[in-house]
């Protein structure tokens, strides 16, 4: 039997939950991006924050994607994978000594600066290795991402980046550092945005005032990085698996006025793998309450946090059963109130042994795994190799 696009004969013999990869969506995907970004010269880089699943990372930096990086270990999943040092760049708050150093022996492309106190560590690490550092500064736009308040980063009140305000002082110290040099500026406003016109609008707004605020200043960014963010359609996976890049990009390219040299960067993570990946789990059991029917599955919130923790809608679909639909509370077996996937939701009848797939957990999914009741980590498998 085969439901949507999972081969599920596959599936029977597959310890569960594990996630499933269909590669040939994300490879379909990374087309997508590629035709777009080389359409409007702009350079493309993959989020690795969303999924750092091997397999993964090596079809993206294939496909000839940038790596944007949070952490040391991230740039040494890159690595690994295939993503040349010279398309990696670090961004995150809270860089290390130890990770700062080692991006530098590395000589990655860009350090997304979030703090004065980092830049001065960076300039200092940089100097005793006798290298200069390239550098971006991460500016806090102050736009609102219209999306959910624990993944809007842009505003100026919280941890990320420099505000406008203390832009001119960083760009003063910028000016007496030897081994630093200013390459370009980056911005990321939140994640899930799916008005595009809404948010990003105004982001590009935003962006055109401060060239002209940075051109009085006699300084010209070569690179321009808007972040990431682009959302994905959680409710409709199989009519959309692919996210629309189209009027995503026609939007920079209308909006960005960008000088002569000057080039855009993109850090999307979500937009690309999300669709791709499905967490596939069996029901344990089938249970009757006094007025509900609770779906007790081998999967949780340590496989699959974001219903949890953002009360993130996943779609669920039953892929071993044709019968009629009937209405379930979708629970994990895991010891906390908040590990419930849905309630009252709508799935073709299920007996014990069934097998339920939740969609678009491609982003966020894997990676956020945790080892909470001392779990196995889901292991992931591939359309391309199974
Ligand atoms: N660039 C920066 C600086 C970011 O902070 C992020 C995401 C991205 C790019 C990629 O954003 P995306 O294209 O994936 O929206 N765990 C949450 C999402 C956290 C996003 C954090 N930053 C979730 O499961 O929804």
Redesign the pocket.
């Known amino acids: 039997m085969t439901k949507g696009n999972f081969p599920v004969d596959r599936f029977k013999g597959i310890e569960t939950p594990f996630y499933y990869y269909d590669v040939e969506l994300l490879k379909k995907t990374l087309q997508t991006v590629k035709a777009l970004t080389n359409k409007y010269g702009y350079a493309q880089h993959y ?1 690795v ?2 999924n750092a699943n091997h397999h993964l990372l090596q079809q993206i930096a294939a496909a000839g994607f940038g790596a ?1 990086c949070v952490s040391g270990n991230e740039v040494k999943a890159a690595v690994t994978a295939g993503f040349p040092a010279s398309k990696i760049v670090f ?1 995150g708050v809270g860089k290390t000594d130890k990770e700062i150093n080692e991006a530098l022996d590395l000589n990655i492309f860009c350090f997304n600066v979030e703090s004065l106190p980092e830049l001065e560590v960076i300039n200092e690490l940089a100097g005793k290795k006798g290298k200069v550092a390239q550098v971006a500064l991460r500016i806090n736009p102050n736009v609102d991402a219209h999306t959910h308040e624990y ?1 809007t ?1 842009g505003l100026n009140e919280n941890k990320f980046g420099f505000s406008l305000t203390t832009i001119t002082s960083a760009l003063d110290v910028l000016k007496t550092m030897a081994n630093v040099t200013l390459i370009g500026i980056h911005f ?1 406003i939140g ?2 945005i799916l008005d595009i016109e809404e948010a990003f609008k105004p982001l590009c707004d935003k962006v055109n005032e401060l060239q002209e605020f940075f051109e009085e200043k006699g300084i010209k960014p070569v690179h321009i990085n808007v ?4 959302g994905v359609d959680y409710e409709n996976p199989n009519t959309n698996p692919i996210p629309d890049f189209e009027t995503y990009f026609e939007l920079y390219h209308k909006n960005l006025k960008l000088r002569q040299g000057q080039m855009l960067h993109v ?5 690309i793998v999300a669709q791709c990946g499905s967490l596939i789990s069996r029901v344990t059991y089938v249970k009757h309450g006094d007025e509900k029917k609770f779906l007790i599955l081998d999967a949780g919130m340590t496989d699959l946090i ?1 219903p949890a923790l ?1 009360q ?1 809608y996943h779609k669920i679909e039953n892929i071993s059963s044709n019968l009629p639909e009937e209405k379930y509370d979708v629970v994990g077996p895991i010891c906390e109130s908040s590990d419930v996937f849905a309630k009252d939701y709508p799935l073709n009848e299920t007996k014990r042994g069934d097998l339920i797939a939740l969609r678009s957990a491609g ?2 999914g894997e990676i ?1 795994a945790s080892r909470y009741n001392c779990r196995e980590l889901p292991k992931p498998y591939y359309s391309d190799k199974l």
């Open positions: 989020a924050k969303a944007d961004a993944i980063t990321h994640s899930q972040g990431g963010g682009l850090e999307l993570g979500r937009a974001r953002y993130a982003a966020y956020m």
